[in-house]
């Protein structure tokens, strides 16, 4: 017999048989495009805002009204995704998402009033919430699987995706209209996520082995595990709150505090954003290094240093500075506290961590704003650091227990 089904599989042909190295390999590759097109797509549609408003003759608070569909949709759609993933797998999940967002980018063009603009970002934001638990899910069994903290290399791929995408509507603002530019990322959308989706959908998410993991839900999580999962989202929502501060309010405070002239003061989040993307390429040797705890730690620290020097600085290059060094320190805590949430509970740990996070960006700006109106722009900015200090505290008093149940 065994002879005979060796003489059928060598006529026939067998199951492929890959390697751990060959199979998580494109599989990596794949959700680093995912990552990346995530952060392309998202600019692109960010810096066409200008144009749009004046489509609908959208006055700012109308707009503002608008916009909020975006993280309406984002945030509703969070939960919801996690279900989804336990149940179908995060691979076709992250690849619907990615075409549903690929397709609802199109949309806004097609509005012509402030209400039809927050109905269809409600579909945006939707499709920009699911892609991110979906791909995080998906990255967090990658990182079992291949036992290495490669999870900030992702962010930095989403990070690179952002600054092409913002660059891209820079260059092209002026040369196309805001329906065939975005028409155009529609069709990059769909392109790159059709390719990328055809490694995912070919491979099932790898368990901590390497081989496919089970589908179906996870076993209940425990009591213990859910309070951790918490401090890891409010580590995420102190470290997001800082990142949507300064993408609001940072250019006006080195406009209006530190008389900054108009093209220096654009260049404020420009100098975060790079310092975060280059700190998120290096995370992994970090992670490494110092570990999880110790990551999250100095990050918060740093973070809170370096903002301090950002608000309170009264020079504009020391401003800048500071800028930048909270960009270096802000950059893991993120990726690292959905990392940690992921183990514990996988898509719905994922979920519940994002959409903390997400509500801390969300919190960031109108927080500052009502401090800014009380006391002053300098000192509610001052906020961010104070709140990366409460990130690096809640990580180093949680750091045994969060490495006891991981260890579990």
Not at 114 to 122: E, F, R, T
Not at 313 to 342: D, E, K, M, Q, Y
Request: net charge positive; hydrophobic share 55%.
């Amino acid at each position: 017999m065994p002879t005979l089904n060796k003489i059928r599989t060598a006529i026939l042909g067998g199951p492929r048989v890959t390697s751990g190295a060959d199979t998580l390999r494109p599989l990596r590759s794949a959700l680093t495009l995912f990552f990346a097109l995530d952060g392309f797509l998202f600019a692109g549609w960010v810096v066409r805002i200008p144009a749009i408003k004046q489509q609908t003759g959208a006055s700012e608070g109308a707009l503002g009204l608008a916009l909020l569909g975006v993280s309406a949709g984002a945030v509703a759609t969070m939960t919801l995704t996690g279900r989804l993933c336990r149940r179908f797998g995060s691979h076709p999940v992250t690849v619907a998402a990615a075409l549903l967002m690929s397709l609802g980018i199109a949309l806004p063009p097609l509005t012509h009033s402030a209400l039809a603009l927050g109905l269809v970002l409600l579909v945006f934001g939707a499709a920009y919430g699911g892609l991110n638990v979906a791909m995080n899910s998906a990255a967090v069994d990658l990182v079992a699987a291949l036992r290495r903290p490669v999870m900030p290399s992702f962010h930095a791929a989403f990070s690179v995706g952002g600054m092409l995408g913002a660059g891209l509507g820079a260059l092209i603002a002026d040369r196309l209209s805001v329906t065939a530019h975005l028409l155009l990322l529609t069709a990059t959308g769909l392109i790159a996520g059709a390719a990328a989706g055809r490694v995912l959908l070919a491979h099932p998410a790898p368990g901590p082995s390497g081989a496919p993991a089970p589908k179906g839900d996870r076993r209940r999580t425990t009591a213990r595990e859910r309070k951790l999962i918490a401090v890891f989202g409010t580590v995420a929502l102190c470290t997001a709150y800082g990142e949507g501060a300064l993408a609001d309010w940072g250019a006006l405070h080195l406009r209006q505090d530190l008389a900054a002239p108009a093209g220096l003061a654009a260049l404020g989040y420009s100098v975060f954003a790079l310092a975060m993307t280059l700190g998120r390429l290096s995370g992994t040797a970090l992670l490494e290094r110092l570990g999880q705890t110790r990551l999250l730690v100095a990050g918060g620290t740093t973070a809170a240093l370096g903002m301090l020097l950002g608000s309170l600085a009264p020079s504009l290059w020391a401003a800048l500075a500071g800028f930048a060094i909270t960009g270096l320190g802000l950059a893991n805590i993120f990726p690292v506290a959905v990392g940690r949430a992921g183990e514990l509970a996988g898509p719905g740990g994922v979920a519940a961590a994002s959409t903390f996070g997400y509500g801390g960006m969300l919190l960031g700006p109108p927080a500052i704003g009502i401090l800014a109106d009380r006391f002053s722009l300098p000192l509610a900015l001052t906020t961010v650091a104070a709140l990366a200090a409460v990130s690096a505290l809640v990580a180093y008093a949680t750091r045994r227990a969060g490495t006891t149940v991981t260890a579990g």
